[in-house]
């Protein structure tokens, strides 16, 4: 169980490409992530603070239309708002693509992958209007950069994110004792956020917190909350007065501040709780559903060490031989099926036919739905499913077939010869029976569907 | 990859061409635009390579019977066509039409295409139309449409699932892919049971999901469909039918694919089954496109290759060489098998093995052509088919 290049692009890359080599060693797969972020410049999404200018014009054209008179003057600018909804809809189908091609062009595999761990990891969600397609763009400000340094960073960034705090309804919680809560009553705390943080982001379900912490959590968090035109906002009339005892620790005084708030998250990500449930689940994402608890140990054993450093812990992972045990395990969920079919078939950005967000959407978006997987909307803050089994299922599988068999010609056109491209997607792991398949099919693309919809290009 | 990455793109933004919204089967047509020629053409690529002996056996050959003892039955009836060649029984229902003198076949025909015998280029050349692959960008049919004035993206379409590089190219055509959740050819089907029965998880999903979706192993998988809650017809009866109401308006040609037709084994199965789409598929046209319009439709149906002439030790036959031209229609010259016949005896098939094919297989095409859109015979030599000479007789159209 060592190093092997091409399961280290399968495993913990986009998967193999017939034009881009898989890294050399752990330090090349390593390497990339340090580096300019090459696929961010190449494929540029727009970052979150962009986005809020959307939402700035849209506050005022529904201001302007509350108080415009007549039919025909609030039709004009309802007219607007659609225009600029739909704007952000076919942005968010180029951030879509942009995505796909990091995947599809990428030298360092890993890079993308984390970027898909994290978001889901920190899943957040717009809830309505043109809010719900800012997701990219808060996995490209809040995550993409953060991805390297200290856990504690990123979950600073994520936790005060506006996106997060309207997510988790923490934007308007407010301290049972805040100015604001006198002066108007019936409004105090929201503990959605408090809990999520502890029980998905940082200690894991089973961490040493108790409810009376996410109580005292939920008083912490007060004040957490954003405007459109100032992104996050620390609002000391929300906050609850008085200092927090959370996880036997004192946070806060007199003064309401964001000081203590960050305080505490800086001492959460490095929890020996949030170390191990980091760790598992690192190691299940990307080596198995059930881990080998000699690498969750080893990994976790780095986290501590290292204060959360992640790039530190990503290499834990990467130098121990558990994490390269050669058989195919993990199967990958439908966006990162796709991508890697992307990937193998050497995706060019003119073939996603970006000023027609419609087509992407037909060969990519709602077969993603079938495959159960609708992009960028899981269903809760726990993001999707690990398990094998959540994906494998008869109508998810025959979604996947049925995508292996007819888009890849539409995406690409012309398809390589079956025979090749079992080398171009699956190297030396094709399996007898895929090789079969691949000059026995009756049609190309027949051949680089069924090797698309092999077991063994499904599992990484 | 491809070292050829022009050719490629080109290839790929023109095979998108095509308005999904305007191909969409719900939408109504609001116009009907002068086409630009009045004949329908179909033509219907059956992928994997047809066994041309078993379509239209010779049985007057002396060498025929004993090359083929497994795969002709006894109790098969004898379809007489014309004292030489009989019909295969899984083309019975087309007998009516063969009488009408509405079908007919040209035997031992074939692509310039030799010697690999491989599925994925035969059927490139087969679509191309070119002397050699990489000779021309894009299919004959897209090239031929690319020669007529007043064509639209309306004048041609590309339906199904599978890929049709016979009309992609320059050209706009209307692509269509019908809404199916998962429809795999018997050979697909076979082939992905095998790669899933090696992984228990996807295997027990892979078996739930293909009996959830009926049987696709029977004239193509007929499904539940959802919308409905009924059970749709089989794809290629509704390509047909999709492809019958586009040709009943301002459509002229509709290109397609059958497959199944690669029968290494189990041959009288795989066949049957396969002709009986074909049946299907042709009978559906005619019956939906009325007589009037079916008066003046040509279908054609080809294959990359034929198969070996001896039948193999599983039943079944392998990659041949030459081949058959089917043809029906309202508007042929129906009821004759065309092409020069050499038998045979091993001396005179190709290496020995294959049948030896006697004429170029676009030559025919290219005299339909001629008549159906009045391309004359230099373009059709020069562009659409480059590299064919149109001297030999062809004859297919009343």
Known sequence: MRYSPELAAIRFGCGLSPIVPPPRSVSDLLAGLTGPDEMARTYPIEPFDRFQDRMIDLAALWKAHRKANGREAKGTLRDRIDATRNQARRDASVWFAHTLMRWTDTRTGLHERLAFFWADHFTARGKNGAIRFSGLPYVEQAIRPNMTGYFSDLLISVTTHPLMLQYLDQAYSVGPDSPIAR????????????????ELHTMGVDGAYTQDDIRALAE?????SFDWAGGFRYRADFAQPGGETVLGQVYGGAQASLSPVLEFLRDLSVHPDTARHIARKLVVHFVSDRPDPDLVAHVARRYRESDGHLLTVYGALLEHPAAWQPALMNVKPPADFVASACRALHLRPKMLDLDRPGRLRRRIGRPLTGMGQRWMEPDGPDGWPEEDAAWVTPQGLASRISWAMTRPRQLVGDLPDPRRFQWDALGSYAPASVRFAAQAAETRAEGVGLILASPTFQRR | MTPDLTRRGFLTRSALVGCSAAASPLLTRVSFAAAPWDTRLVVIILRGGMDALDVVRPLGDPDYAKARTGLLRRED????????????????????????????AVQAVATPYRDKRSHFDGQDLLEAGSMGLGDVAGGWLNRALGQ????SARTGFA???????LLAGETSVTDWYPDTALSLSPQAALLAEQMMAEDPLFHGAYAQAMALMGD???????????TKGKRRPPEHVNIASYAAEQLRGEARVVGFSLNGWDTHRAQTKGLTRALKRLSQTILTLKRELGAPVWGKTVVLAMTEFGRTVRQNGT??????????????????RGGQVLGDWLGLQESALLDRRDLMPTADLRAYVAGVLQGVAGLDRTTLERTVFPGLDMSGPTGLLL
């Open chain 1, 220 to 224: 912490l968090f007060a004040g957490l």
């Open chain 2, 148 to 151: 007529v004035p007043g064509a």
């Open chain 2, 315 to 332: 039943g079944g036959t392998d990659h041949g060489t030459g081949g058959a031209l089917l043809f029906a229609g309202g508007a042929v």
């Open chain 1, 183 to 198: 002066k108007r009553p019936g409004r105090g705390l929201n503990e959605n956020l408090a809990r999520e943080v502890l």
């Open chain 2, 77 to 104: 009836t004898v379809i007489d066509l014309d004292g030489f060649y009989a019909l295969h029984p899984g083309l019975q229902p087309l007998l009516p039409l063969w009488r009408a003198g509405e079908l007919g």
């Open chain 2, 159 to 165: 339906l199904g699932h599978g890929e049709m590089k």
């Open chain 2, 216 to 226: 696709g192993q029977e004239g193509g998988a007929g499904m539940d469909d959802p």
